[in-house]
């Protein structure tokens, strides 16, 4: 019995592998199948024919010719709709072979008619920025005492006796301190903004730890808000905040009082963030100095509206006026 399942085992894997070297057969020889493209390289290395086809981490597809820097290329019928009119297609060499790879961005255009003409890159391009996965969300183990979350309550008349409430919240910081605790509060005036008729209004800040105080509004300077906690037990300082203007591809800590942050880059006067967010949250360089705010997005589905801190300095002088 033993040498019947050993003959009948060795039956079974000359099937396993006449299937595999089949699938691997037709690949390479279907020259009348799947879709063929061409691709224009100033340089095509040391690429050649029969060279594999390469999407992802699979083979799709083989290399037929290259003739004068123009690469012909076959793509399985299986993955021909993995070709769209915006592809990008690269060579990536090896020691003494090379393969023909490409990607496809999230918005790849429309699929491609046989001998489609592409313009290769001459080298791997920099990831497509959407098909990227989401941004990952930590839990800082420590915060800074100044950190806050401004949540405004308000009631806005809809006609005869009936209202309609507004809730936002967003982090804002400490940008003062007085005496008796008085504490002032810097944040995005997104929070505050409102249409039509006002019928009621409450703000209140939580501070890291948990305490929540009532607020009130002391200025509002477009794009931020002011406000002034009259007492509270805060005994640490206010918030640092960067002196500099960002510089493209400076790194951010994105937070909330919480501590659920992101790190992002700020890139021509907007901060790049893969991810959806409810609520605003501060922009901090090197963890501890707040360079702007963030607010969610507009009809999109990840990504944050850049608030810069520049300004904020009128905004906290013209409230300090207020206070005297």
């Known amino acids: 019995m033993r040498g019947v399942r050993i003959a009948i085992g060795a039956v079974l894997l000359v099937v396993v592998a006449t299937v595999v070297l089949a699938g691997v057969w037709v690949l390479r020889q279907a020259g009348g199948g799947g879709l063929q493209v061409r691709v224009e390289f100033s340089d095509t290395k040391a690429l050649s024919a029969d060279d594999d086809v390469i999407y992802g981490d699979g083979i799709v597809g083989r290399v037929e010719s290259i003739d004068n820097g123009v690469v012909t290329a076959r793509i399985a019928a299986d993955h021909a709709k993995l070709v769209r009119e915006n592809s990008r297609f690269w060579i990536q060499s090896h020691v003494g072979s090379s393969i023909l790879l490409f990607d496809t961005p999230k918005q790849g255009g429309a699929t491609v008619k046989p001998g489609h003409n592409f313009r290769g890159l001459a080298e791997r391009p920099e990831p497509d920025p959407e098909s990227l996965p989401p941004a990952t969300r930590r839990k800082l183990s420590a ?18 006796d009936l209202t309609e409430p507004q809730y936002r919240k967003v982090t804002g910081v400490i940008a003062g301190v007085r005496d008796k605790g008085g504490l002032v509060v810097i944040a995005p005036s997104w929070a505050v903004e409102y249409s039509g008729e006002l019928a009621a209004e409450t703000y209140r800040v939580e501070l890291v730890g948990g305490a929540t105080l009532v607020a009130e509004i ?10 002034l906690v009259p007492e509270s037990d805060y005994t640490g300082n206010p918030a640092p905040f960067w002196p500099e203007g960002l510089a493209d591809g400076q790194g951010l800590l994105l937070t909330d009082v919480q501590g659920n942050a992101y790190t992002a880059l700020h ?38 509206r850049w608030v810069a801190l520049n300004g904020a300095g009128d905004a906290i002088a013209e409230a300090k006026e207020k206070l005297k």
């Open 143 to 160: 915060r800074p005492s100044w950190l806050v979350e401004v949540r405004a309550n308000l009631e806005l008349k809809a006609g005869g």
């Open 218 to 227: 002391i200025s509002v300077r477009l794009p931020f808000v002011v406000l």
């Open 267 to 304: 890139t021509g006067g907007e901060v790049e963030l893969r991810a959806s967010t409810e609520i605003g949250l501060v922009a901090l360089v090197e963890g501890t100095n707040v360079a702007g705010f963030t607010l969610p997005a507009v009809g999109q589905t990840r990504g944050v």
